[in-house]
């Protein structure tokens, strides 16, 4: 018998009955929860007279909808009164059932998926659901997290069982050493470049290679998040000394005892040297340079020193009608040079891009700089009030505000829109978030996915530029 | 849940690509705290001409007349023809809430976003997998013949075209089970509860740092 994956550890360590179809009951450790996605759960638990399962395992932050600016005023500085209601609804529900909930005026308030494995709420080992796609990012720590609906969180919730069936096994390897200015965003961009939006569909995605291992726990949460861009619910990387540390004295780290026992655990959290996987990619890192989206689909990538395909030499056709569609919205022409393309507005955040290495990274770039004045607007989200005092005791807000940035309170933001922050029709953004989506950032508004330092560059230049001309 | 059994309707085609779950929902409209009303906002960006915002009177907004669902023959359509990874993107169950209370109960595809598929079944809407060629000839069908009808028989798993033509196609057992008989599953998981405590006991031992 061959050895197991990371993904089958994961799986089998979590199962709790399974069918002879292979239909399985798998248990939750974690689960996280936010204000959007969570409301018609806690209405169904309600009407059929449940209560959750095991309310330890739930941690609850709003973030999609809370104001950037403001926040002295809490959930009345909600200017929206249906934005509003939602977080009222999620203070009373966690209020309601004993669950542990950082409120809008918490300083560990923040992103969800920033706070958890802030926090030490993301554990190795531990099987982390949410209701939102994102939730792949906390695989970077050797945990198989993945997103989930609606009814499923209500599921969650009655039984801290998920109705599954297994998916398959992918490895993306990327092997050798990036070069300098060459993130993580650009690896996982590169990733879904070849093999496409719908590649990791029906997979589990582990990330290794030397690329990989190098990157920091920051930058592993980065490739993971974008796993479900790949098509893939979940994304993991295994457990290496990095990650042990990373989690050393978070303070829902396990303590003393428990430690050792758990940290012996975990060092087996990786695939074996004969796992089998159902399909491997490989990609070398020295061949990855900084990406730029140019279409509605994260898959329509290229390099920073590349041109907007032509539709016309597509084979495909339904590709080619989705390329053709995709630049009529964009506004751009097949041929243009990526870095011709000119800004309105630049956005540093999301749970992809806004922890405090992100910010560290944009912030080189923008020091002694200033925002070119074609920029509308360049805004900094922090993705917690953790990262956002780290950053300030570090000075990199005076760096931000010095060169033009708007320096904002920790929230979604800008990446999908819920709040005030969003584009107008026809505005264009460099963005560090993860959807480039029709209308994602605004109605008619122009996104294109970019690395932190890439998105600062752009703002100090007006236009995409190579980050590694500046530094 | 409604009960899924056999579905006879006006078939709509929507010819492209990768449509992710903001362009079936736009983000304004998940401020709700309701199941229902998402109807209106189906495609809102491609629906109307002008953004919109919760809480509008919909009757009054403005058409985009060349959007395939605005035209007059698809006004009674309740299933939908779609293109590769049809609900990529955010895992918002509010998609599958739009499309079930626009009316649609069937959507074909050649391929689906996992969550979007996931989340289909959990609200009688059945997400229908079929071969891209299949798919091709059904857009040419749709587009060349008005009022054109497709039926969908779950429990014996086929599609009759109006032409007599039967397609057939795999779903799994267990969602069949859930769909045909409109079952909500948390009561199915809870009958294995003895289990999940069992289940809980020995990771209490195993893995004692999960439950501190």
Avoid at chain 1, 11 to 37: F, K, M, N
Avoid at chain 1, 82 to 101: K, P, Y
Avoid at chain 1, 246 to 256: C, I, K, L, Q
Avoid at chain 1, 354 to 371: N, Y
């Amino acid at each position: 018998m061959s050895g197991r994956t990371l993904y089958d550890k994961l799986w089998d360590a979590h199962l709790v009955r399974e069918d002879s179809d292979g239909t399985a009951l798998i248990y939750i450790d974690r689960h996280l929860v936010h204000e959007v996605t969570s409301p018609q759960a806690f209405e169904g638990l309600r009407l059929a007279g449940r209560k959750p399962w095991r309310s330890r395992s739930i941690l609850a932050v709003p973030d999609h909808n809370v104001p950037t600016i403001h926040r002295e005023r809490g959930v009345a500085g909600i200017d929206d009164p249906v934005s509003r209601i939602q977080v009222e609804t999620l203070d009373q529900n966690c209020s309601d059932f004993g669950i542990t909930e950082f409120h809008m005026d918490d300083i560990r308030q923040g992103i969800v998926h920033v706070i958890g494995p802030e926090q030490g709420a993301t554990l190795p080992g531990m099987t982390v659901v949410c209701g939102d796609s994102h939730t792949s990012t906390h695989g970077a720590f050797g945990a198989l997290a993945f997103g989930i609906g609606t009814s499923e969180v209500e599921h969650v919730l009655a039984t801290q069982c998920l109705i599954q069936k297994k998916s398959k096994n992918m490895l993306v390897r990327v092997d050798g050493e990036a070069t300098a200015g060459v993130t993580a965003k650009d690896i996982v961009l590169a990733i879904i470049g070849e093999i496409g939006t719908a590649g990791g569909t029906g997979y589990a995605i582990e990330f290794a290679g030397a690329a990989i291992e190098a990157l920091s726990l920051e930058g592993r949460m980065t490739v993971c998040n974008m796993a479900i861009e790949a098509g893939a619910r979940a994304g993991m990387v295994a457990v290496d000394q990095k990650t042990i540390d990373y989690v050393a004295g978070r303070p829902f780290a396990p303590r003393a005892e428990q430690w050792e026992q758990a940290v012996t655990h975990w060092r087996t959290l990786k695939s074996d040297p004969d796992a089998e996987f159902d399909r491997v990619v490989t990609l070398q890192a020295a061949d990855i340079r900084p990406q730029v989206t140019w279409g509605t689909s994260p898959e329509m990538v290229t390099s920073i020193d590349g041109r907007v395909p032509d539709p016309a030499q597509e084979a495909d056709t339904v590709k080619q009608t989705g390329m053709r569609k995709a630049l009529e919205y964009m506004g751009i022409q097949p041929g243009m040079a990526i870095a011709d393309i000119k800004l309105d507005r630049v956005f540093i955040g999301s749970c992809t891009n806004s922890r405090i290495e992100d910010l560290r990274a944009a912030a080189a770039v923008a020091r002694g700089r200033k925002v070119a004045p074609g920029i509308r607007q360049a805004m900094v989200v922090p993705g917690s009030g953790l990262v956002k005092k780290q950053a300030e005791d570090e000075g990199l807000d005076r760096i931000f505000i010095e060169a033009g940035f708007e320096w904002r309170e920790p929230g979604c933001s800008m990446c999908l829109a819920m709040n005030a922050d969003r584009l107008e029709p026809g505005e264009r953004c460099a963005s560090t978030s993860n959807r480039n989506f029709e209308g994602r950032q605004g109605a008619g508004g122009r996104t294109h996915l970019v690395s932190p330092a890439m998105a600062a560059a752009a703002a100090i230049a007006g236009h995409f530029v190579d980050v590694r001309d500046l530094v | 849940m409604e009960k899924f059994e056999t579905l006879d309707a006006i078939v709509a085609p929507l010819d492209r690509p990768n449509v992710d779950t903001d362009a079936i929902i736009p983000k304004q409209y998940l401020k709700s705290v309701k199941r229902s009303g998402f109807g209106p906002n189906l495609f809102d960006d491609w629906r109307y001409l002008e953004p919109g915002e919760p809480g509008q009177d919909y009757s009054k907004r403005k058409l985009k007349p060349d959007f395939v669902l605005n035209q007059p023959r698809y006004r009674d359509a309740r299933i939908l023809l779609a293109r590769e990874n049809f609900g990529c993107g955010s895992s918002r169950e509010h998609a599958v809430w739009a499309l079930e209370d626009a009316g649609f109960r069937v959507v074909i595809a050649p391929s689906f976003a996992d969550i979007f598929f996931n989340n289909c079944f959990k609200n009688g809407v059945l997400p229908i997998v079929l071969d891209a060629a299949i798919l091709d000839r059904l857009f040419a069908q749709v587009e060349a013949t008005p009022d054109y009808r497709l039926v969908v028989d779950l429990e014996h798993q086929t599609i009759t075209t109006p032409d007599g033509e039967k397609l057939s196609f795999a779903v799994d057992e267990f969602r069949k089970y859930c769909l045909l008989n409109g079952l909500d599953d948390i009561g199915l998981t809870m009958q294995h509860a003895d289990e999940i405590r069992a289940y809980e006991a020995r990771r209490k031992t195993e893995a004692p740092w999960l439950f501190a």
